[in-house]
């Protein structure tokens, strides 16, 4: 079983819509989460990590279920510029390794 | 500041072959990780360097070695190519290995094995 899963979409919506990406994860004993950004053919970037309390930066929220195992990324009005692959990340302390998923693709259509 | 750099950009190899990708970073940071992504598998942890002197086995470490050469650079090498090894490759450091540390990665090294 993979450590994160996520959805790979794609997924197409119009400027201004509203989207959400949900990412799933194994271990509960997972300690630390983040939301990372790849444009494409280049590298990850850091978007925001995910706190217990859950944290909103501008048009991003981001959200954290330890009892269900999920982490949850919204994003209100999107731009053109949103178009990207999210990637969820998780942080185990076991062999002190952050595992990926596969990431979810977004458009953001004029 | 340049943040992380790797060289090459690009490399096409033959199977059999061996190289060394290398990976800078001037930030100061305590850690280093090597990653490949590969489509439909996302970024998977080759091996990862916690502090200057030490590295570790991540999740795809075989047909792989590392060194860490000093807290600046840390090189990854391919000791006989093999076309698995196709992938894309990413160094990435951070100032520690735990908690809520951002990844700052390098541009990448596209690799092809023939």
């Known amino acids: 079983r993979k450590e994160v899963e996520q959805d790979p979409g794609p997924f197409n919506v119009p400027e201004g819509a509203t989207v959400a990406f949900n990412c799933t994860y194994s271990?509960?004993?997972?300690?630390?989460f983040f939301w990372y950004r790849q444009d494409c053919r280049k590298e990850p970037k850091l978007l925001m990590s995910?706190?217990?309390s859950g944290n909103e930066d501008g048009r991003f929220t981001a959200q954290l279920n330890r009892a269900s195992q999920y982490i949850s990324l919204l994003i209100r009005d999107s731009k053109l510029s949103d178009s990207a692959t999210y990637l969820c990340?998780?942080?185990?302390?076991?062999?002190?390794?952050?595992?990926f998923g596969t990431g979810t693709s977004l458009t953001v259509i004029p | 500041n340049a943040g992380v750099t790797q060289t090459p950009k690009f490399q096409v190899l033959k199977t059999g072959q061996s190289m060394t990708l290398q990976c800078a970073q001037d930030?100061?940071?305590?850690?280093m990780y090597w990653y490949r992504q590969d489509p439909g598998m996302g970024l998977r942890l080759i091996y990862y360097?916690?502090?200057?002197?030490?590295?570790d086995k991540g999740e795809v470490p075989n047909g792989y070695n590392v060194s860490r050469l000093n807290k600046r650079e840390f090189s990854l090498r391919l000791e006989s190519a093999a076309p698995s090894q196709t992938s894309v490759y990413f160094c990435?450091?951070?100032?520690?290995?735990?908690?809520?540390?951002?990844?700052?990665f390098g541009p990448g090294t596209r690799l092809t094995v023939l």
């Open positions: 990435a450091s951070s100032e520690a290995p735990l908690g809520y540390n951002e990844q700052f």
């Open positions: 271990n509960s004993a997972s300690q630390s």
């Open positions: 995910v706190y217990s």
């Open positions: 990340v998780v942080n185990v302390e076991r062999g002190n390794q952050f595992y």
């Open positions: 930030m100061n940071h305590n850690s």
């Open positions: 360097s916690a502090s200057e002197g030490t590295t």
